[in-house]
């Protein structure tokens, strides 16, 4: 069945936009002959999206109602492991940090749920809220041992479950962080409930949040690119056909074109079908910025 499922996750968010819809294209699929959901035959994603191009270049649907449905059909095909935050980019506290140090990145960063381990960071034990916290702090000065009681119990999942799976479970036990684990068991990244909406609805930032757009356009055929940006969403973004089976970003792919990491100073160029990719920028043996030029391609 096309999107049911998918927007199923999302109906508590989107539930007006959604029914009506779901009444419009009922709607237009009988006009046009062709079966509804409720009959036999099921509506194919392809047949879909092409009402929904014909929609928004007669002007029934904007580019952004367009853009958020085309997310629906994205979300029901990513994984948790393409939608985390990984594991180098998680702030993470030791169990043994001193409390004015944890604080301090509390005030940095204005996270809300933060992964606290012991020794290593494979070995998560809980999470911290900081909401727990200032409660706490306003009945007694902390010490040390404080934070360990404060914890609450991690929830983890496996790195490969869907999305929308996730999205369904998080709700019902209303989890508002998992801890992805790959298959040897270490920890991979972190999964938000505003991580999972952002890929239907759009980037929330917060006020104090500096918004910086992954594909930026700096000149005809000219892109900076984030060196974490989707692949899938590089592809969709620009009309591009990268494919690659070991890595999901932009910074694995072009790794494995060049065969091993670029060190820091490297400032190697890629060519490939047609596009020419400069790295721009290195950080911990990861490429985080990216120049992109189409040189054939028209």
Do not use: W
Not at 125 to 150: C, N, S, T, W, Y
Not at 184 to 213: A, H, K, Q, R
Request: with cysteine; glycine share 6%.
């Amino acid at each position: 069945m096309f999107t049911v499922m998918p927007v199923h996750y999302i109906s508590i968010i989107l539930s007006p936009f959604i029914k009506l819809l779901s009444m419009s294209t009922k709607f237009v699929l009988k006009l046009l002959g062709m079966k509804t959901e409720d009959e036999e035959e099921a509506v194919t994603e392809e047949e879909v999206k092409a009402l929904l191009k014909m929609g928004n270049e007669s002007g029934t649907f904007d580019d952004d109602e367009k853009e958020m449905i085309d997310s629906v059909f994205k979300f029901d095909r990513r994984t948790a492991r393409e939608i985390m935050v990984p594991r180098r980019e998680v702030i993470a506290f030791d169990i043994d940090d001193p409390f004015e140090e944890m604080i301090d990145e509390i005030l940095e960063t204005r996270h809300n749920r933060i992964p606290v381990y012991e020794e290593n960071i494979d070995n998560i034990i809980g999470v911290l809220h900081v909401k727990d916290m200032m409660i706490e702090m306003r009945k007694h000065p902390l010490k040390k041992g404080d934070v360990r009681q404060m914890l609450r119990q991690p929830f983890f999942i496996p790195e490969t479950k869907e999305a929308d799976e996730l999205f369904r479970i998080m709700q019902e036990t209303r989890h508002h962080m998992a801890l992805l684990v790959d298959e040897y068991g270490g920890f991979s990244g972190i999964v938000t409930i505003e991580n999972l909406v952002e890929e239907i609805m759009g980037d929330i930032n917060e006020e104090y949040e500096e918004v910086v757009p992954e594909i930026e356009c700096v000149r005809e055929d000219e892109y900076k690119i984030d060196g974490g940006v989707l692949i899938d969403d590089l592809n969709d973004e620009l009309g591009l056909k990268l494919e690659t089976e070991n890595y999901d970003t932009l910074s694995g792919y072009l790794i494995e074109k060049l065969g091993h990491i670029p060190a820091k100073e490297d400032r190697d160029i890629i060519e490939t079908d047609g596009l020419i990719f400069k790295i721009e920028e290195v950080k911990d043996n990861r490429i985080t910025q990216v120049r992109l030029r189409m040189k054939d391609l028209k």
